[in-house]
């Protein structure tokens, strides 16, 4: 069965762009079978190549910029220290008019606060019309009256007091609030500032993790024969100057199509050649070199559906031979041990024969002997008898 999505989702994704070739990358880990091509690894460190490079890129244009708002964020700081300085005096009046109403503000709350409780008591209190209860109503009507009510007005008439005179300092001491306000929002915007890029840095790291555990988590899932045949396909790419951008997407296709060795090279192949194309354009300006790599690279993506199902004849003639030999043995053993018994039978069978020929033998020697002698003895018995009577 064909796969026309496959053709079709890469050559209808976006171009791969190499802003940059990748540096070669030390292919020296092995693995099980003792190539360096059999190691996940080795797959893992050539898929983010790319995005390690442009990490590293992003990360070292950012440190520049962070020193430089760090820089502009120093300069802030100590143009807020010299108005503090300079303004000392005006500031700490401002400051203690502020204090003061903050003061204030707290005591009319607890004063408010006392006299809202103790009119709910007193309405709870007048609800249960209970006359065992009128006095304590009248009691809790007097402290309301007599205590919470002038000690909230009077805490009132405090807090206003103390917003009015600093409304006043404030007027008296403008300039230099004003020149406190600016170098204050000269340092929030330089803290802003560097707070960005961090938060850039930040997001270009967690970008690279994602990949990167995206990579791992597709690689760890795809076949020996498929890591070992990627690595070796991928293999000039990332040793030349050109490089190949191969992406999870790219890694996921091999996973989810159980891509052969022939249709692993094909796509390998095809983002090779877009990504030397692309490169070679982008240095000569030539755009010829863009109409290059779309047609090499739909060229080697065609060959992905038709390669299904097919593999290297090499290998197939190995495994050919592998399973004629394993054939050849496994007769030549039966066989073996056909012929083993066979003739174990033949010589159990003539060294029985020899036996009973040789037994029967034996008794009938001891059996002529023995009728010779009685033969004799009988002729010996009749002579003797015949001596006496003459």
């Not at 983010?48 to 910029?65: C, Q, S, V, W």
């Not at 997001?203 to 988590?217: I, M, R, S």
């Not at 690689?219 to 040793?239: E, I, P």
């Amino acid at each position: 069965m064909k796969h026309p999505t496959v053709y079709s989702a890469l050559l209808g994704g976006t171009a791969i762009l190499a802003l940059a070739a990748m540096p070669a990358l030390a292919q020296t880990a092995t693995g099980g079978d003792g190539s360096k091509f059999s190691d996940p690894g080795l797959l893992i460190e050539t898929s983010l190549a790319t995005e390690t490079r442009e990490l590293d890129e992003t990360l070292t244009a950012l440190e520049g910029d962070l020193t430089a708002a760090e820089g502009e964020l120093k300069v802030a700081q100590d143009g807020l220290t010299d108005v503090q300085t300079t303004y000392a005096g005006e500031l700490q009046a401002v400051t203690e008019a502020q204090s003061a109403v903050t003061e204030k503000q707290g005591l009319f709350n607890d004063a408010d606060q006392a006299l809202t409780d103790a009119q709910n008591e007193l309405a709870g209190l007048i609800a249960q019309n209970d006359p065992e209860l009128d006095d304590q109503i009248a009691a809790l009507q007097t402290k309301i009256d007599d205590e919470l009510t002038p000690a909230q007005e009077g805490a009132f008439g405090e807090l206003e007091t103390a917003k009015g005179n600093l409304t006043q300092v404030e007027g008296d001491n403008a300039d230099a609030i004003q020149a406190l306000n600016s170098a204050q929002g000269a340092v929030d915007t330089a803290q802003g500032k560097v707070d960005g890029v961090k938060d850039q840095m930040q997001a270009a790291q967690d970008a690279f993790d994602a990949e990167k555990g995206a990579v791992e988590g597709i690689v760890a899932q795809l076949s020996g024969d498929q890591v070992f045949a990627l690595n070796r396909s991928l293999n000039n790419a990332v040793n030349n100057r050109f490089g190949v951008d191969i992406d999870p997407e790219h890694l996921q296709m091999v996973l989810d199509g159980d891509f052969n060795k022939l249709q692993i090279n094909a796509l390998t192949k095809a983002l090779e050649s877009e990504t030397k194309f692309r490169i070679l354009a982008e240095e000569t300006g030539n755009d010829k070199f863009l109409a290059k790599a779309d047609s090499s690279k739909e060229k080697f993506l065609a060959k992905i559906d038709r390669f299904e199902g097919r593999f290297d004849a090499k290998d197939s003639a190995a495994d050919s031979a592998k399973a004629a030999a394993k054939g050849a043995a496994k007769d030549s053993a039966k066989a073996a041990a056909k012929l083993a018994a066979k003739g174990s039978a033949k010589a159990a069978a003539k060294d029985a024969a020899k036996g009973a020929a040789k037994a029967a033998a034996k008794n009938a020697a001891k059996n002529a002997a023995k009728a010779a002698v009685k033969s004799a003895a009988k002729d010996a018995a009749k002579n003797a008898a015949k001596g006496k009577k003459s």
